[in-house]
């Protein structure tokens, strides 16, 4: 026996908050775990794989993971009210594209991607683990890496049987894509059929396989181009495989729902919900939002930019309910709370108290009106339209991929030349399909912008934006209170410093200074 001790956490969510700081996850149970001669773990793989869905949680937090995801997007500002939300500036330096290696939600971000893809390696290298058993680990793996690669353009690998001496070595971008893929490949035959309509979905699916692959052909382009910046190719044969796995996933029964805020409530019902996370809810959506007069009391945080807000039609049924007038949520109480008060959507203008009443902003004395215009400093309590996709009086699990998503990477394979048998429709038609389930109004011809700017409607504060705005070249506009980017290379970000420092395998993006 080689005796290799390693150490592994089990997380879980916890629901505590604190004003506007994280909801973390905390080591609630470790195991030592021995590494065979023969690679072998000792390890119970349901154990394993239950902590590796747990850790999923970190996906819902404000900030780490989602805020390398929004906060750098046209769609998402996070202004600095008073002394709320100033934080030494770790929001608005996301925002303005002048992060730096010590960035604290990079460096977070990196180590909770890299420790979940790693710990998954523990179930695959353990004995007595099921076909099915390793089919998840690996596209937990695959799930986990495919931010690793989308971030940082590169992929660090190292098995659980080397010592901690052993420097994990680092995969090009190319072959980190070769890597998930293979993972996603791989899982995809084991992986059960889970049928659209069961609410929530935390297992891991071949539907949820095969969102992921129409997801990584869709930016293939990007992830093996010669050079992060670009300029990035998309291969008809590519966008080909996107429809593929995209009618796959059509095939399980998922389509787009009727009602686009029933996705995200407990209640639904919904053809839509591929994945969602087993700990960890949607309340920090919430929260990270609402101002603090309302009901709940939030943190009073982001909001989203007026030109994002002004892509809606007021025909859009994705614009939002107004509070009262959510089906089952009328205006009235008075005692016990039932959250009416919060409507659903953009949540912009006069603010309501649950019984109807309008509410007082009480450190300005004036009425809680929500204003589109936001400065990104200095910002009055008032300012900025919120987003509500999560009601609080009906929000269950959060969701990590729906279908929405998975049919607009459809039809923009089709508009980038792709094709195959599997679907017989057209990129327009699909289009309006889309749009007439949402109330918009039908288009007569449908282009990259178009599609571009659907995804923002269909998809808004969801955690795609910014891979959206790399692959279609606009990541480096300007927008409100955003310059257009002086440094191209910050379509992928810094590898935190101490990463940099600890592996000599590891060199510094270009751009970031370093070895």
Not at 170 to 192: M, Y
Not at 226 to 234: D, E, I, K, L, M
Not at 295 to 307: E, K, Q, R
Not at 377 to 394: C, Q, V
Request: charged share 15%; with cysteine.
């Amino acid at each position: 026996m080689n005796n290799l001790t390693r150490f592994i956490a089990v997380v879980a969510a916890v629901g505590s908050i604190t004003a506007c700081t994280d909801l973390v996850t905390k080591e609630v149970d470790s195991k030592v775990v021995v590494t065979s001669a023969n690679g072998t773990t000792n390890i119970v793989p349901s154990d394993a794989l239950t902590g590796s869905y747990n850790a999923l949680s970190a996906f819902t937090d404000q900030a780490s993971i989602y805020s390398l995801l929004e906060h750098t997007s046209d769609e998402l500002i996070p202004p600095t009210r008073g002394v709320d939300w100033s934080d030494n500036g770790v929001w608005r330096s996301l925002y303005t594209h002048t992060w730096d290696p010590s960035h604290s939600n990079i460096n977070n971000a990196w180590n909770t991607l890299n420790q979940n893809a790693y710990n998954t390696q523990f179930i695959l290298e353990a004995g007595g683990v099921s076909t099915q058993q390793a089919a998840e680990a690996k596209f937990l793996q695959g799930f986990n890496q495919y931010y690793i690669i989308d971030f940082w353009g590169l992929l660090p690998q190292r098995k659980t049987s080397e010592g901690v001496t052993v420097n994990p070595k680092v995969l090009s971008r190319t072959d980190g894509f070769a890597v998930v893929e293979k993972n996603f490949l791989d899982a995809l035959s084991a992986l059960p059929t889970v049928a659209a309509g069961a609410v929530p979905q935390p297992q891991a699916s071949k539907a949820a396989a095969n969102a992921m692959l129409s997801r990584l052909y869709l930016n293939k382009g990007v992830y093996t181009a010669a050079s992060a910046v670009g300029p990035y190719t998309f291969a008809p044969a590519d966008m080909g495989l996107v429809i593929k796995y995209a009618s796959a996933v059509m095939a399980d029964g998922y389509k787009l729902n009727d009602d686009y805020f029933a996705n995200f409530m407990a209640t639904g019902p919904s053809t839509e919900i591929i994945l969602t996370s087993v700990q960890g809810t949607p309340q920090n959506r919430v929260y990270m939002t609402l101002h603090y007069n309302q009901n709940p009391s939030g943190w009073n945080g982001f909001a989203t930019l007026s030109d994002f807000y002004n892509k809606f039609d007021n025909a859009d049924k994705r614009k939002g309910i107004p509070a009262g007038q959510i089906p089952g949520l009328p205006f009235g109480k008075t005692s016990a709370s039932n959250f009416a008060g919060i409507g659903l959507g953009f949540l912009a203008g006069q603010q309501y108290n649950d019984d109807g009443t309008p509410i007082t902003d009480t450190r300005t004395g004036l009425p809680l009106q929500f204003s589109a215009d936001v400065p990104l400093s200095g910002a009055a309590t008032n300012k900025g339209i919120r987003a509500m996709k999560y009601h609080p009086a009906f929000y269950g699990s959060y969701i990590l991929l729906r279908f929405g998503e998975v049919y607009l990477n459809m039809i923009e394979a089709k508009v980038r030349g792709g094709s195959d048998p599997s679907s017989s429709t057209t990129a327009l038609q699909d289009m309006n399909t889309l749009r007439a389930k949402r109330g918009a109004a039908p288009l007569a011809a449908v282009t990259l912008q178009d599609v571009l700017d659907e995804r923002g409607r269909e998809l808004y504060w969801e955690g795609i934006r910014r891979i959206d705005l790399v692959r279609f070249g606009k990541f480096n506009d300007a927008w409100s209170e955003k310059g257009a980017n002086a440094d191209p290379f910050r379509v992928i970000y810094t590898i935190p410093q101490l990463a940099v420092d600890s592996n000599p395998n590891l060199k510094q993006n270009p751009g970031y200074g370093g070895n």
